[in-house]
């Protein structure tokens, strides 16, 4: 069982950064792919970021690339998403998740551990 917890959310102006964290526990996360998601208000659940076991190949949204970092500390059995040139739309729960297999997928069906969430709501 693995249990990951998200962390760093809240409010922010528009144009402003936060950075989430997804901390692991009961297993280690390091041979695994992790992935990002949110679920805005009335939305479907949706990818924002990916990042390999070893961290070399990444892969965003279209909607955040250029303004969001997916990154990993293995050692630290960590996995943070920095979030910049925050806007409205950004408004959603994120969550991090643990891959199913080695490569990079969107789907969230290729995920099978999830966090709670934690809530980021950007004001205009």
């Known amino acids: 069982q693995v249990q990951l917890v998200e962390s760093g959310g809240g409010p922010v102006q528009a144009g402003g950064s936060l950075r989430l964290s997804c901390v692991a526990s009961?297993?280690?996360?390091?041979?695994?792919?992790m992935g990002w998601f949110r679920q805005g208000p009335g939305k479907d659940r949706e990818f924002v970021a990916g990042?390999?076991?070893?961290?070399?190949?990444?892969e965003y949204a279209d909607s955040v690339k250029g303004r969001f970092t997916i990154s990993r500390d293995n050692a630290k059995n960590t996995v943070h998403l920095q979030m910049d040139s925050l806007n409205p739309e950004d408004t959603a729960v994120y969550y991090c998740?643990?891959?199913?297999?080695?490569?990079?997928?969107?789907?969230?069906?290729?995920?099978?551990?999830w966090g709670q969430g934690t809530q980021v709501t950007v004001s205009s």
């Open positions: 998740a643990r891959g199913r297999v080695t490569a990079i997928r969107t789907s969230r069906e290729e995920y099978d551990y």
């Open positions: 009961g297993r280690s996360i390091s041979t695994y792919t």
């Open positions: 990042i390999s076991w070893i961290g070399g190949s990444t």
